[in-house]
């Protein structure tokens, strides 16, 4: 289990300041607000090389492993 904020970005006030191209586009960002990874597209979350990939991120996104 994962507890983390999922945020929506309505009025596309964050958005604009993102460097972001296309739709669906994911951000992550650590515990003080900068921009750790971006993928642009669609993506299998649940496959074995992306839980890997969020895997080795989630360090750099949480002060506390």
């Keep these: 289990p994962i507890d ?4 929506l970005d309505i009025d596309t ?21 900068r921009l750790r990874y971006r993928l642009e597209g669609i993506a299998d979350w649940d496959g074995d090389a992306m839980v890997e990939q969020l895997t080795e991120l989630l360090p750099q996104l949480t002060s506390t492993p």
């Design 4 to 7: 983390f904020e999922l945020w």
């Design 13 to 33: 006030s964050v958005s604009r300041q993102l460097p972001m191209r296309g739709l669906p586009t994911t951000f992550l960002l650590d515990d003080q607000g």
